[in-house]
């Protein structure tokens, strides 16, 4: 376990630790972690990269997000949503299928049933809610880990 979670090196490296089929073991820890790369997205005034920047571990959210949708928990879907609006980047980079882990349906009545039917609103408007996920998970899957994991 790594204890300074205010360093996205740090972050990247306890990720990378965390195999998907061990994520659940790591719950509680993945939704602090995904809280800091908030955190951190929210403090930038400037995104230009400085030379002693981490800009290249702008992933770290993407990588948590999967495996919190590994996961599946709906209860999960309101931090992720506010995480694919922190910016436009993330508007545009951070797929709206990390939010889907429970599957579609489930995930909406759970948003609805939870008081966000603002979220299930827009989340529904979506039209990968009616896509299969398993190919995406499996190109996920392989682009965060690779063929020998």
Request: hydrophobic share 40%; net charge negative.
């Amino acid at each position: 376990m790594i204890d300074d979670l205010g360093s996205p090196r740090a972050r990247r490296r306890l990720l990378e630790s965390i195999h998907p089929d061990s994520a659940r073991m790591h719950h509680a820890l993945l939704r602090e972690v995904l809280k800091a790369e908030m955190d951190h997205r929210y403090a930038r005034d400037d995104w230009e990269p400085a030379e002693d920047d981490d800009w290249d571990l702008f992933e770290n959210a993407h990588l948590c997000g999967f495996l919190l949708h590994v996961i599946g928990d709906p209860a999960d879907v309101p931090l992720l949503w506010e995480t694919k609006h922190i910016d436009f980047d993330m508007a545009c980079g951070f797929d709206i299928q990390f939010l889907l882990g429970a599957g579609a349906e489930s995930t909406l009545a759970y948003l609805r049933g939870h008081g966000h039917d603002d979220i299930a609103d827009d989340l529904s408007e979506y039209p990968e809610l009616h896509d299969d996920l398993r190919e995406w998970v499996a190109w996920r899957r392989e682009y965060f880990y690779g063929s020998a994991r």
